[in-house]
C-alpha cells in the first residue's frame, strides 16, 4: 500500500525559513515524478514543484522559484521541500503527491500525503 | 498559464439525484484534464484522469467526458458519501493547474 507521510509544518515568522519532509513506503521510490501541492481555503488547490524520478529535472511554481527548492532522497525514500524567505501567502497546507511515470513531470497526482500545516505570521 | 473554470460554485442535490459538474479551461488541454474530491480536513483523492479513465477503487458512479477546452464530472446517482468539494486539474502544459473547485452540498 503507498503510503505518504508529511512532517515539518509550523509557525514561522515572515522572512523565515522551513523544510518539509514526506516518507515514503509501499512502492519502488526512485521510479515516480515526486510533487508537492498546497492547499488554502481561499484559494483552494495550487501546485508548487515537481522533481523526476532521479531527481535530475526540477520544475516550481512561480510564486515560489527561487525561494523553494524541492528534492530527494531515494536511498531513504524521502522527498523534501526547503522554504525561504516565507511570506504570509504562503500560509497553506502542503501535501506530497506522487505522480504516475518516473520522468514525465507533467501529470495527475495519484497518492497523497496527509498535509502538513504551514502558518507564517509574526 | 492555463486558467481552468469550474461551475457551479456550489450544488445543492439530494442523494440519489445526479451531479453534472462542469470545468472550462481557457485553452485547449487535450484530455490532459484531471478530477480529485476532497471532504473537508481530508485529503484530496484522485477519482479521474485523462478526461474519462477512473482511478483504482473508484465507483462507476464517476465518469468523466470531454476534450478541448470544456469537461464534465457526472457522479449518476449521489451517495451520502459523495457530498464533498470537487477539482478539476490540467496537466497538459506549465503550470499545472487547478479550478477553483465545486462544493456538492446535501439539499
Redesign the interface.
Known sequence: EVQLLDSGGGLIQPGGSLRLSCAASGFTFSNYVMNW?R?TPGK????IS?ISGNGLIT?Y??SVKGRFTISRDNSRSTLSLGMNSLRAEDTAVY?CAKG?FSDHL??????????TLVTVSS | EVVLTQSPGTLSLSPGERATLSCRASQSVSISVSWYQQKPGQVPRLLIYDTSNRATDIPARFSGSGSGTDFTLTISSLEPDDFAVYYCQQHLSRPVTFGGGTKVEIK
Open positions: 501541492v492547499h483552494g488547490l495550487e501546485w515537481s520544475y511554481a512561480d501535501f504516475p507533467l501529470s495527475w497526482f495519484d497518492h497523497w500525503g496527509q498535509g
